[in-house]
């Protein structure tokens, strides 16, 4: 019933979107974020208690994450905004 459900919205809305952050985590690699989410819409670098980290924001699914740039990680992941307090509490 779900999968009749899913088709039917697919062939409504052939631009819809469906949340890939359930397959990312914590600490899965950048690489990875590539593959399953692609190209980011904006890539931000910043560097935050001299720790640069890289933002990645896919607006298809409102979601940020946050790379640590030496280890190559997802420290951070966000739905919707993202502060820069959350990143100096998560990721330092």
């Known amino acids: ?5 899913l088709i ?3 062939s409504i809305f052939p631009g819809l979107s469906f949340s890939s952050a359930v ?3 914590l600490g899965d690699s950048e690489d990875k974020l590539y593959e399953i989410e692609g190209i980011a819409t904006h890539v931000t670098e910043l560097t935050v208690k001299n720790k640069v980290f890289v933002t990645y924001f896919y607006q298809a699914t409102n979601t940020f994450y946050v790379v640590d740039k ?3 990680t ?3 992941i966000s739905l919707g905004e993202i502060s820069l307090s959350e990143i100096e509490g ?3």
């Open 8 to 10: 039917l919205l697919l």
């Open 23 to 25: 397959n990312m985590e």
């Open 74 to 76: 997802i420290c951070k």
């Open 90 to 92: 998560v990721c330092l």
């Open 70 to 72: 030496t280890r190559k």
């Open 1 to 5: 019933m779900i999968k009749i459900i």
